[in-house]
Each structure stands twice: as structure tokens, then as C-alpha cells.
DNA sequence: TCCGCTGTAGAACAGTGTTCGTGTCTACTG
DNA sequence: CAGTAGACACGAACACTGTTCTACAGCGGA
């Protein structure tokens, strides 16, 4: 049997119980010290994209670390964005979930989103995989039936926690992937456009006087670090959720 | 004079009160017809994300609409990534901005927001260029600034008002990127990952029982639209920001 | 008239993802 | 033990991408 990559996908996504199948991996071949592996080329992919960014992950540099032709991984992966799919698994097989305490919910659910956004953010760009990555895969599930096992244990009523789920993670998401933007942007070009605080607020008092808010309140859209930016928006989102009683913390 | 592109394109982030200085073309080169401008670059850049999507817009397929090669673009336009920002900037400046109104700033700065959403999901895919594009851009900065002002005036406190701006607009972007990622996947693959709802019910039905909550709310979790889900993430941002007084609505 | 300047192109370069055909080796089979 | 089937690896190539270099056209001013 072993499957190829296009059959090892779709089982990915299949959502069935059955367990990966190892498929009793046949002698690896030849002259080679280390075979490649599915989980060899993920794992470089990782070390790229930490060390030089997402934009570098491309399968010519993956092969090249791993001493071989670009071709050789299409024996392994399906695609690209197969390959991204894979990123973002395991990325997500990492989060750890907690066990629901209903007293605790608020700080549980803000507590898998800062996981999240860390994970994303220790691999600069990674983000864009996981826009592109299709939701049903097992791994991202995995960590949506944890976030949804929070917010239910908190009395968040069901209709409002499935759609806050969404709204989280498509947030989080969202955050890191302007976030590695904007550091790309830092360290390549540099011609100026590096946005310091105080080269904001200079920018914007230089503003015409079109933009009379703007300019009165520069130093409140300025104002704090990126994560206070983060942790506001998710008090927003989770503060707001209807409940069907239970007391508050 | 006559600017190069490289500094038009900083004047554009200059953000100083010039305004922008048509600089005379001089005659028109030789034999074209139509001689090539920005305007006309911008134009059928549009035509072409909305006719076929943005991966499709690439120089060369601007440059072959315009019936020349793709080398001639680069006289009014520094980068694809210039071309980008300007897409957003012409996108930005089509938003219309109502006068605040106290008693209606909810409806309003939905309004407006979903007045993006819409000119974003126009031209699908845009919204990666929106994202990869820096914020320093007047156009963006427009709107920036009438929603301040709809929030300000909608007695919500500056600083909440400030980041709210930014995280609505996070959403909107992210929001319309998923949407035409997976409008993006329907149309090719096709190979079964069309996420119809009976489809995904039937697949969470299917999901091991190491996914409890998944399965038993798998209605909530596929239920609404699309765009129910936006009205409600608006709404929870919007709902919680704190207010300095003032009568609701 | 001539010079210079601006805008238009063609060809080419360094990349990208992906596929085809061919070799090479292991592991099972007769 | 010999032989074959099949998985694996790999080099070369294709069709793209953004971008730059160079030469060419035609109009302005001197």
C-alpha cells in the first residue's frame, strides 16, 4: 500500500477515526545516510521559516538543506500548500489545551489565543499558510474543540461561542499576519518607512488639516505596545459574548 | 521635473499638504494611441482582479492588456508592490464617509465597514495586498480618520476608539481574505473540499469522539452566513467599547 | 538643424512551483 | 540463490513570476 502523497492528504482530511497508518515504511533506499521523510521535511521547513522568515520557504531551499533535488519532495508532499497544511498541523498539535474551569474561562480562552499568536509570531510569516490552509483539518479542529469546550464551560450560550471561535482565531491570524508584515517590511527595505512611535506622531502632526481627529488624537492611535493592541481586542470580543446565567468572575 | 515614480510614490506617504503636482506631461511618445499613464495602470489592474481574481494580476498580464511588454510599467509604477498600494489607495478613496451623527454612530461605522467589505470582496483577493500594503497611505488614512471621528462622536473614549479602529479594520481585511481564499479553492480543486454545509455536517457527524463539543454543536458551528457571522463580530467589538457617557441608542 | 530628454519596448536574468523520464536500491518471490 | 516489482531519488526541463539593462522612437527647447 503506502500511500502517496495525494491519498496521505485526503486522509488528513477525511475526518475519520482511522489512526495514520504507518504503512511499515519499506527499506529506505539506498545510498542515502538520512531518507527523506514527510516529517524530516516539515521539520526543516520549521527551521526555515524560523531562522529566515516564510518567504524563504520555498522547495528549493527546502531540498537544498536536505543535500537533494526540489523533485525529490513531491514524492513526500503533494504541494505546497501541502506542505503549508503541514506547517499549520503541526503548529496547532503543539497548542496545549486546559481543562474547562468554568470560573476561569475568560483567562483559559485569552490563554490558547496568546499560545496561538506566540506560535505564529516565533515563525515570522507562517500566518499566510494558514489563511491559505483549508479549516478541516484535524489539528486546527483539534484546538477548535478546545477554545469551544471553554467558552461553553463559561455559559457562553452555543450559537455565540461557534461564531466567536471564528472571529478569534480569524483575528489572531490576522494580528500575527500584520505583524510579520510589518517586521519584513522593517529589515528589508529601511528606506525610511521604519515607524517608530515618534516618527508616527511626527507624521501625523504634519498632517493636513483634513484630518483634524487624526491629528488631535496621535498620541492615543499610537499609544501602547502591539500586545496591549491584541490583549483590547480580545477583552472586546470575549467580554461581549451572551451568557445564559451562571455567575461572573 | 516630472517626478519618477520613486518619488511620487514617497510623496504619496510624505503625507505633506502637496497636492501632487500633474507635472505637465509632456508629449505623449510616438506612435501609441493611448499613451500609458498611472491612471491607466491602475484601471485595468482593477478590471483584471475583477474579471479573474488577484493572483491573476501579474505585470505582464497588466502590460499585455495595455498591449505592451511589462518593462514599460515600471516608468509610473516602482514595484508590484507600488501597484498594490495603489489598488488599496483608489479602493480607500471610493469609501464614502458620513457626517457623524451621535445617535446613529453604530450604524454608521458598520456602514462604513461594511462599505469595505463589499468593495473588498468586488475585487477578490485584494485584500493580501491591502495587508501587505503600509498604513502610512493618506488614502487609508482617510478613513482611518472619519471613523475616529464617527466613534468619537458616538461618545466612545479615545483611546478605545483609537485601537478599535484598528482592530475593526483588521477584521474587514481578514474577514474578506478568507472569503476569497476559499471562493479561491472552490473554483479550482474542486476536488471535493467544497464546503457545503450538509457536507461539513456529515463530517463532523463523522469526527472520532475525541471531539465531543464539535460534534454535538456542529448546527451552531455551520450555521449563518457568511455575512451573519461578520454582522455579529462587528457587533461584538462594537457593543464593548467603553464610553464616556453620553445616551444610547 | 541638432541635442537632450522622456516614455516605449525587447531581451534577458534570477527566481518560483511543478512534472517527466530515468536511474538506483530494497525487499519480496519463485 | 537469482530475478523481478516497486518505491524512492534525482537531474533536467517547462511555464511562470518580478525586475533590470539596453536600445529606440519622437517631441521639447536651443
Known amino acids: 500500500m503506502s500511500p502517496n502523497p495525494q491519498q496521505r492528504r485526503a486522509a488528513r482530511h477525511r475526518l475519520g477515526t482511522d489512526q495514520d497508518a504507518p504503512a511499515a515504511r519499506r527499506g529506505p533506499s539506498g545510498g542515502r545516510k538520512k531518507p527523506i521523510t514527510v516529517d524530516a521535511i516539515v521539520s526543516t521547513a520549521f527551521g526555515i521559516v524560523e531562522r529566515e522568515g516564510y518567504p524563504a520557504l520555498t522547495m528549493r531551499r527546502v531540498a537544498a538543506v536536505l543535500e537533494t533535488g526540489p ?3 513531491y514524492a513526500h ?3 505546497k500548500e501541502d506542505l503549508d497544511e503541514l506547517l499549520i498541523g503541526r503548529l496547532c498539535a503543539e497548542i496545549e489545551l486546559p481543562e474547562p474551569d468554568p470560573t476561569a474561562w475568560r483567562q483559559q480562552i485569552a ?4 499560545q496561538l499568536r506566540d506560535q505564529y ?3 515570522p ?3 499566510q499558510a494558514s489563511f491559505a490552509a483549508a479549516p478541516s483539518n484535524l489539528d486546527t479542529l483539534r484546538v477548535g474543540e478546545g477554545m469551544l469546550a471553554i467558552l461553553l464551560a463559561g455559559g457562553v450560550q452555543p450559537q455565540a461561542a461557534a461564531w466567536a471561535i471564528d472571529s478569534l482565531s480569524l483575528y489572531v491570524n490576522a494580528y500575527c499576519l500584520e505583524h510579520s508584515m510589518a517586521r519584513g517590511r522593517l529589515q528589508d527595505g529601511g528606506e525610511g518607512w521604519v515607524l517608530s512611535r515618534a516618527e508616527l506622531l511626527r507624521r501625523f502632526a504634519a498632517l493636513p488639516d483634513s484630518y483634524p481627529q487624526t491629528k488631535r488624537y496621535a498620541a492615543e492611535l499610537t499609544a501602547g505596545t502591539v500586545h496591549d493592541r491584541f490583549d483590547f ?3 472586546l470580543m470575549v467580554d ?3 451568557r445564559s446565567g451562571a455567575a461572573d468572575t
Open 121 to 123: 509570531l516565533r515563525y
Open 233 to 235: 481586542t480580545l477583552g
Open 71 to 73: 523533485s525529490s519532495l
Open 240 to 242: 461581549g459574548l451572551p
Open 77 to 79: 508532499v503533494v504541494n
Open 111 to 114: 490563554g490558547v489565543c496568546t
Open 125 to 127: 510569516g507562517i500566518t
